[in-house]
């Protein structure tokens, strides 16, 4: 049973990344899957996340119209499109199977499993 965090990189102010977040041995469609990101020193941020229940989607005020999450039950992946990247949007990105979908909606870290994350540099 694992999640896999990819698509991260160094990419310029203003550029686009999508980052997936694949599952194995376990079937994703299942959860609710959240989207969190982290410096060091930092409190963990909750980016974005998408409800098993009716497929709703949240984002944080920060990236709200510039990030889509997105879900493709056939590759048991869900993905995370981020546009207009700002230098603030730096981190290590994980995803994780959330708990509860109160907790999808409010982009609360209460997670069944974390997936190792993916380092995204927004720089010049």
């Known amino acids: 049973v694992q999640l896999q965090a990819s698509g991260g990189g160094l990419v310029q102010p203003g550029g686009s990344l999508r980052l997936s977040c694949a599952a194995s041995?376990?079937?994703?469609?299942?959860?609710?899957v959240g989207w969190f990101r982290q410096l060091p020193g930092k409190e963990r941020e909750g980016v974005s996340c998408?409800?098993?229940?009716?497929?709703?989607?949240y984002y944080a005020d920060r990236v709200k119209g510039r990030f889509t999450i997105s879900r493709d039950n056939t590759e048991n992946t869900v993905y995370l499109q981020m546009n207009s990247l700002k230098p603030e949007d730096t981190a290590v990105y994980s995803c994780?199977?959330?708990?509860?979908?109160?907790?999808?909606?409010?982009?609360?870290?209460?997670?069944?499993?974390w997936g190792q994350g993916t380092l995204v540099t927004v720089s010049s």
């Open positions: 994780a199977t959330m708990e509860y979908d109160s907790a999808c909606q409010a982009l609360e870290p209460a997670v069944y499993s």
């Open positions: 041995g376990f079937t994703l469609g299942y959860y609710s």
């Open positions: 998408i409800s098993v229940r009716d497929g709703s989607t």
